[in-house]
């Protein structure tokens, strides 16, 4: 069980670069030592708060894992079960962003070695992100404030400069990558996001414009929770 939070280092004395690059070698450290029983129960957990979180949205975008990611095949499956439609990132040429439809796990291929599984329907534009009503974003870590640390492609943050104005952000993590003592390295190109959800919750950070009337003017979820821990 990996329940404790993550040790951020004090790393003000390094470009934020640098210091994101410290502690994404920490974070994929402990990642890598999930064992299979471990990633399974939390993706199944997982795939229900994020059910919650979604609410009513008719389409959302979400990302294929990779193996000692949080893992969203579970999730995918339940989104589909309810008639979500779901967009995944698709890689072109020098990783630009484009997005197809998620259509079922079968359909999912490894198109390049290293890279997420994709679907093998049309790709879509960068701009078909428009349509997600909701987008959950992969993270290696997020703090308080909703700055989020990902692996260091800035695809998201692209992503999320894209997406409709005021199209709330969630972060998917493992519990202890939810860094409560420390704010996480940022430069002015990050893009905040709006709620985290873990295996064990989720919910909207402070300062989220959701967090009040926006929560039901898009007819997101409410805020929840489980009594198993991950
Ligand atoms: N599951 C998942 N999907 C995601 C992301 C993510 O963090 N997680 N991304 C978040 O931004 C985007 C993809 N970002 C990527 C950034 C770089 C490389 C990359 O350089 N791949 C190398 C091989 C790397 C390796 O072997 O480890 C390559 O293509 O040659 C791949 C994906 C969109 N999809
Ligand atoms: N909107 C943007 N336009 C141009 N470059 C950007 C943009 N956002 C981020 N970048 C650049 O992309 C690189 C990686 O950014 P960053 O470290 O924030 O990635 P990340 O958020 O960890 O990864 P990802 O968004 O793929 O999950 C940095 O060099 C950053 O300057």
Known sequence: MHNDALRVPNTSGLEPEDAKELIRGLVRERRSQRSAAER???AQALAEHAVQAVGDAQCVSVYVSRPTEPSTYPLLEALAARGIRTLLPVLGPGLNR?????????????????????????????EAITEAEVVLTPALAVDVLGNRLGQGGGWYDRVLKTARPGTPAF?????????????????????????????T???LLDGSAFRTEGLARQGLGQAGSTATRV
């Open 171 to 199: 972060a998917m993590v493992f519990d202890e990558e939810l860094v409560g003592d420390r704010l996480l390295p940022r430069t002015d190109l990050d893009v905040p996001v709006d709620a985290v959800i873990t295996p």
């Open 40 to 42: 399974e129960k939390a």
């Open 98 to 126: 484009a997005w197809a439809e998620f259509a079922g796990l079968d359909d999912l291929e490894e198109r390049a070695p290293g890279r997420p599984p994709e679907p093998s329907g049309p790709a879509l534009p960068a």
């Open 201 to 203: 919750h989720w919910f």
